[in-house]
């Protein structure tokens, strides 16, 4: 014998993180431009500044430059086209979403694109909030340098300036000191420009073609004298270039 049983439709409520923002405004703002050198930012005042990024690459240069020869021209702007576009749309989506706004992720957005989402949204959902900027324009007279950082917000508690990185494949710590010297810089501009020191740097790493994310914390101190190293390696590299010596 066999009794009829109801059924009920139940209505589930997809529930989304808020972040909670507690933003520092800063009055300036900084332009930016494409030379010979690298990327400069003009600062307050007048003065020029070289990116982070151009300082930081300058060293890698060779090796890039022997990359490229060995893949070939073709197939080495095609992997870097790939790479640029990837870091774009996780960048922006993650933007969007810190911000709490609905639809963060782009409407058929790759697939490769989706998958690095939900790894780094997960983290973004368990681990930060508080957030204080997203994407603003940090600049040193101490280090003469300026750049733009992702997110400074709280990481597990504790205040932090967060970097956002995308990859192509798992990468050592080892791998990735330019990303810690860079975000130790963003941590010294941040203190000169506010008042308020940040030890804690942190990356967010996804990797393409994986549900796999890697969290690295360092502390911004152990990076502050090589990157006054780097930057003074660059800085010696433009007088000699200058006066005609390369």
């Known amino acids: 014998m066999f009794r009829y049983c109801p059924f009920y439709v139940v209505k589930f409520t997809l529930i989304v993180k808020e972040f909670k923002h507690n933003?520092?405004?800063l009055e300036y703002n900084l332009s930016a431009k494409s030379t010979k050198a690298g990327r400069l930012y003009q600062v307050p005042g007048g003065n020029?500044?070289?990116s982070m990024t151009t300082v930081l690459g300058w060293a890698t240069k060779d090796k890039i430059h022997a990359w490229r020869k060995a893949v070939g021209a073709e197939e080495a702007n095609r992997i870097s086209r790939h790479?640029?576009?990837r870091g774009n749309a996780v960048h922006y989506t993650a933007e969007r979403y810190l911000n709490n706004e609905e639809g963060a992720l782009k409407e058929n957005e790759m697939p490769h694109v989706v998958q690095m989402w939900n790894s780094m949204k997960k983290i973004l959902d368990e681990r930060v909030d508080n957030i204080v900027m997203q994407e603003c324009p940090l600049y040193s007279d101490e280090l003469m340098l300026a750049g733009r950082v992702d997110l400074i917000a709280e990481f597990d508690g504790k205040l932090?300036?967060?970097d956002f990185k995308t990859s192509s494949r798992h990468k050592?710590?080892?791998e990735i000191t330019g990303y810690f010297l860079q975000e130790c810089g963003y941590a010294v501009m941040f203190e000169e420009r506010t008042g308020i020191k940040i030890d804690q740097i942190v990356?967010?790493?996804v990797i393409e073609g994986t549900e796999d994310s890697k969290v690295f914390i360092e502390s911004?101190?152990?990076w502050v004298k090589e990157l006054k190293?780097?930057?003074d390696e660059y800085f010696s590299y433009l007088n000699r270039k200058i006066k005609g010596n390369e």
């Open 23 to 25: 933003p520092i405004e």
């Open 48 to 50: 020029y500044y070289p």
């Open 203 to 205: 990356t967010i790493m």
């Open 83 to 85: 790479a640029c576009a």
């Open 160 to 162: 932090s300036i967060i």
């Open 172 to 174: 050592s710590a080892e």
């Open 229 to 231: 190293r780097r930057r």
């Open 220 to 222: 911004r101190d152990k």
